[in-house]
């Protein structure tokens, strides 16, 4: 009598059908981090002194249009040259919608906005963005605090979802940074912001890595072709270490790589990562190129984590403060991956169900990537 194979436990079966249901989410749409038709990310950057004060607002192109309820040939214009004719055609809607749901105010009295300037248009990952600067003029003198309030893109125009707005500020000597969701909508400067700095940042750090597939399934990557608890703990300082790096090099403008070359690469590393952990996983000196590889892999996905704040500005320790919430933020959530998936993984290794288990969960993995990486080589620069 033949006894029967050890059988899958059904828990398992159900943790890798749920990461089957989310490789194939991929191919609905390239990535959380590049889709526009969920949710968005608004950045501010508020300078001034006294009465005079200016605010850079960089929104997503089509998002903004939409708002302004402008036609489908403003909002679905796909050339640089048209969409910097549209906003210039259009700057009064344009300018009335911003200005509606975007306010600055000093020492409790409202600072009467203007545009200063044509808005320019610029490539963020791989959507275009439109820059848009107005100029404040602010009741009473220097000193007094300064409120900035943001309801871009709320829930109700229904366009998009949860959007938050990244303000980064130099109001009068004051700096800060702060992210302004449709719960807490204003920010006021002065006093000790630090502990409200430090969870917001924190909190997108963990947002950034938990909703940007492309960086999560470099990371399952990583797991399924670790031999042990050693290699993966070698392979996550690695690339920790390699993203950290460059994360903060980026976010501080010491390093500037395009997006059409970033992204790209962080799809073609998932696919690579993907096939080595199964065709070279058991292979005689793996081990010695797989760090160097995950090392250079994770210098370019920290680039692509610099992305996610769109700051621009000069040196500074609440800018620090900032980069380092935001990286914690991220380390908090590959722990917590790495916590869940690899006892898992080490689990349906010790049965026979891992020759179609692990295939099966990496060949979804080779194919999203390998779409993402054609998209967007393939996408045509705006």
């Given at each position: 009598?033949r006894?029967?194979?050890?059988r ?5 079966l ?12 991929g191919?609905?749409r ?14 501010v ?6 009465t ?11 998002l ?25 055609a259009?700057?009064q ?28 248009v ?6 275009p ?10 009741p ?12 871009l893109?709320?829930d ?18 004051q ?13 006021t400067?002065g ?8 969870a ?11 909703f940007g597939?492309?960086?999560?399934l ?23 270490a ?25 799809a ?6 993907a096939?080595?952990?199964?065709f ?20 370019v ?16 320790w ?8 935001f ?6 959530v ?23 288990v692990l295939?099966?969960?990496?060949a ?8 993402w ?6 996408a045509?620069?705006?």
């Open positions: 009598m006894s029967a194979a050890p899958l436990p059904a828990a398992l159900t943790v890798v059908a749920a990461l089957l249901t989310l490789l194939a989410a191919l609905a390239p990535a959380p981090a590049a889709a526009h038709d969920a949710t968005t990310t608004a950045y950057e508020v300078t001034g002194t006294g005079a004060v200016r605010a850079e607002l960089d929104l997503e192109y089509d903004l249009m939409k708002s302004a309820w402008l036609y489908e040939e403003a909002y679905g214009a796909k050339d640089r040259a048209e969409q910097l004719r549209q906003l210039k259009n700057a809607a344009v300018n009335a919608y911003v200005t509606g749901r975007f306010a600055l105010a000093h020492a409790s009295a409202a600072c009467t906005p203007r545009p200063a300037g044509d808005a320019r610029h490539t963020r990952g791989s959507r963005f439109a820059v848009l600067t107005l100029a404040y003029d602010c009473g003198g220097a000193g007094g605090s300064y409120t900035v309030s943001s309801a893109f709320p109700a125009e229904s366009f998009v979802h949860s959007t938050e707005t990244i303000v980064h500020y130099d109001l009068d000597g700096r800060g940074s702060q992210v302004l969701t449709a719960a807490e909508p204003t920010l400067t006093g000790h912001h630090q502990s409200r700095q430090i917001d940042f924190f909190l997108l750090g963990m947002e950034h890595l938990l597939l492309d960086h999560i470099f990371l399952l990557s990583l797991l399924i072709g670790a031999r042990g608890l050693r290699d993966v703990l070698l392979a996550a300082t690695a690339f920790t390699a993203h950290s790096v460059t994360f903060l090099l980026a976010a501080m403008g010491v390093v500037t790589v395009p997006a059409a070359v970033v992204e790209p690469v962080i073609a590393s998932i696919a690579v990562m096939c080595a952990g199964i070279l996983r058991d292979r005689e000196g793996t081990g010695r190129w797989r760090l160097p590889v995950v090392f250079l892999f994770g210098l996905h920290g680039l692509g984590f610099a992305g996610a704040l769109g700051i621009d500005e000069s040196w500074s609440e800018l620090l403060l900032s980069l380092l919430s990286n914690v933020g991220i380390e908090a590959q722990l917590g991956v790495i916590a869940v998936v690899f006892p898992l993984l080490v689990l349906v290794r010790r049965t026979p169900a891992h020759r179609w295939p099966a969960l990496t979804p993995i080779v194919v999203v990537s390998l779409y990486f054609w998209d967007r080589v393939t045509v620069p705006s």
